[in-house]
């Protein structure tokens, strides 16, 4: 058994590689976009979550809940823009 999957590439030989080098300008295009878009979601996630433990932690804090509520708002609104941004890359390479 493992002579023969030695030979016909073993059990990951139908999985592709995530980072394949880009062939031409729009894939690498893709590629670059793709990441920045990747990390711009890991930053709103993480300014969500601070959003939402300054509002646990504002004690009764009219100002301070108001404050948090404004950053989990522009927390979504981002991600909202990095969905859509996401979506015409997508559009855009799939095109090309």
Do not use: C, H, W
Request: hydrophobic share 55%.
């Amino acid at each position: 058994m493992k002579n023969q999957l030695a030979i016909s590439g073993g059990a990951l030989e139908g999985l592709a590689l995530p980072f394949r080098p880009a062939t031409d300008l729009l894939s690498l295009v893709g590629k670059v976009v793709g990441i920045i878009l990747l990390v711009a979601g890991i930053i709103a996630f993480l300014y969500l979550l601070y959003g939402g433990i300054q509002y646990m932690t504002a004690g009764g804090d009219a100002e301070k809940a108001t404050a948090a509520r404004t950053t989990i708002l522009n927390s979504v609104i981002g991600v909202v823009i990095i969905v859509i941004a996401y979506a015409v890359v997508t559009y855009v390479v799939g095109i090309f």
